[in-house]
């Protein structure tokens, strides 16, 4: 997922962007019959050929390389605008805060202290309430475990995201798991659906998506 910045994608050129072979090979091919014909500006005519081909040969190196480095620099700057524009999205979606949190974890940052899953899970409903989407939080077996804060938000932020207007996401937190069930449709996974898994796995916890269900193993050491 992670590209290093030292490593070069290969760069396609197009037509437009290759020397022109066809005006070279027409002067290469008149440098033969200069050859041919014992003529040329330099004597004996072998010299006008050879001098004259190393010169279409370099010229033509030249253009190529002028034009892959120019190709290269436009791919670079489209990269660089695809990252920015995902940049934003994520901070529009998930916060500022949030996202640096989560970048720390990923990056193998630390975890934060253990905390009550049942509060984290509290603390998500509330704000995903605030938003318009009723959540209600069921809990049998509390326990506590660090870096579990941002797979928590970002499997209720999905729920929210896919359930049908009306309908009503839940959160059950019982032995050994979370799960957040949904009425929305089947295979919505997404980037939430991503990010959950990504900072569960980081904390030694996983996250598993079914239908109208994602449930968060916690891990066996909290």
Sequence with gaps: MFVTASRRRPVRLRAHEVPDVWPAAAIVAALGLLLLAGGGPLRPALATF???????VAA???RGRVARHRARRRAEAAHAALIAAAASRLRDAVGDHELAVALDVLTGGPLGPPRSVAAIARE????TRSAGVPVVVAVDHDLRAPGLDGALHALVRR???VAPPQSTVTVAVTTGRVEVRDEGSAGIDGFDGELARGLARAAGADVHVFEGLAVLELPTRA
């Design 159 to 161: 729920a929210a995201a």
């Design 124 to 127: 998500v409903a509330a704000m």
């Design 50 to 56: 050879a001098i004259g081909t190393a010169a279409v």
């Design 60 to 62: 033509m190196w030249l």
